[in-house]
């Protein structure tokens, strides 16, 4: 039995650091901070900036409990209510999440943005994207 106490132990750590990674990631604090360089952030910028009628802001904060975001960076009075965007994902340039601009929100020159729950949450420093035109 004395030797199960380690591996038993050592599988009690493991499970507690995947699940501390997965409440992370799925539930807790959603506000944490994009973990970017400079040079990075702006080049997965101009990547979607070159997108003809894209535009793209920046997630100030994050609100796990609404699963909501502020966005700041695109003038309010250029996008819809309802209006579609997905965030990406400041260090590597992917999508992770999507959500609509909530009614006729804005705040301060900030949108406040849903997203979808059971994706992963978007963070401060990460980039939000929408298309405006062409209805």
Do not use: W
Not at 79 to 96: I, K
């Amino acid at each position: 039995m004395s030797r199960m106490k380690p591996g038993v132990a050592g599988l009690l750590v493991m499970m507690a650091m995947l699940c501390g990674c997965q409440s992370n990631r799925d539930g807790g604090d959603k506000t944490g901070t994009a973990q970017v360089s400079p040079e990075k952030l702006a080049e997965v910028r101009a990547r979607y900036s070159a997108i003809e009628g894209y535009l793209v802001g920046d997630v100030e904060e994050v609100d796990g409990q609404n699963h909501r975001a502020a966005v700041s960076g695109i003038d309010p009075k250029l996008v819809q209510d309802r209006a579609a965007f997905f965030y990406v994902d400041a260090s590597d340039g992917n999508v992770t999440n999507n959500g609509m601009k909530l009614g006729s929100s804005a705040v301060s020159g900030r949108i406040f943005v849903d997203y979808d729950p059971q994706r992963t949450a978007p963070k401060r420093g990460d980039l939000a994207v929408t298309k405006v035109g062409n209805k």
